[in-house]
Antibody
Framework: EVQLVESGGGLVQPGGSLRLSCAAS????????MSWVRQAPGKGLEWVSL???????FSSDSVKGRFTISRDNSRNTLYLQMNSLTPEDTAVYYC??????????????WGQGALVTVSS | DIVLTQSPDSLAVSLGERATISCKSR????????????LAWYQQRPGQPPRLLIY???TRESGVPDRFSGSGSGTDFTLTISSLQAEDVAVYYC?????????FGQGTRLEIK
């Protein structure tokens, strides 16, 4: 059974850093596209970052240079390192598995999400 | 960026009746080289993560009830629920994956009338 479990969320001050983890089971993160999607309180979905099975990475302009997506194949875990956080980054962060090719992927499995709150 | 606009923002439908949600893209998300539209639909129930319903505009994900269907091509797409059930109360999002940055519609809230 495919499962994605996020952890690492919490309260952080503006300008601070946080690392989210997404532990996968039932498949290998190294063989799939993996992504982070966030949802601000009461708002819609916003794509954040994508990592290809081959290692290429893409991020939205709103987080480029501040957030880094990565994975640990030995732990079968996806990460999102978030630096220089601002209150606008407050959201539930979902990890999701991508299905498709040539970078054109939809998301077939989603985790339950991790809440990140940026506030002083 | 490819902007997706859903309509309506909210919708109230009686149980057993049809619900229709529109998603319009500012540019075509159809690839003529493989005849694919890169449009997906997700359902998000309160307090839950999104759930994939439809991909490639009209292909139903495994396990999704057949009352859910997707149609359209190019820039205009529709999600139809043929006979609304109580468990269909949710927010529905369209998603284009033609290219990064991936984008989502603003969401349509579906309620029971």
């Amino acid at each position: 059974e495919v499962q994605l479990v996020e952890s690492g969320g919490g309260l952080v001050q503006p300008g601070g850093s946080l690392r989210l983890s997404c532990a996968a089971s039932g498949f290998f993160v190294s063989s799939n596209y993996m992504s982070w999607v966030r949802q601000a309180p009461g708002k819609g979905l916003e794509w954040v970052s994508l990592i290809y099975s081959g290692g290429n990475k893409f991020s939205s302009d709103s987080v480029k240079g501040r957030f880094t997506i990565s994975r640990d194949n030995s732990r079968n875990t996806l990460y999102l390192q978030m630096n220089s956080l601002t209150p606008e980054d407050t959201a539930v962060y979902y990890c999701a598995r991508g299905v498709g090719w040539n970078g054109r992927v939809h998301f077939d499995y989603w985790g339950q999400g991790a809440l990140v709150t940026v506030s002083s | 960026d490819i902007v997706l606009t859903q309509s309506p923002d909210s919708l109230a439908v009686s149980l057993g009746e049809r619900a229709t949600i529109s998603c319009k893209s500012r540019q075509s998300i159809f690839d003529s080289s493989n005849n694919r539209d890169y449009l997906a639909w997700y359902q998000q129930r309160p307090g839950q993560p999104p759930r994939l319903l439809i991909y490639w505009a009209s292909t139903r994900e495994s396990g999704v009830p057949d009352r859910f269907s997707g149609s359209g091509s190019g820039t205009d797409f529709t999600l139809t629920i043929s006979s609304l059930q109580a468990e269909d109360v949710a927010v529905y999002y369209c998603h284009q994956y033609y290219g990064t940055p991936y984008t989502f519609g603003q969401g349509t809230r579906l309620e029971i009338k």
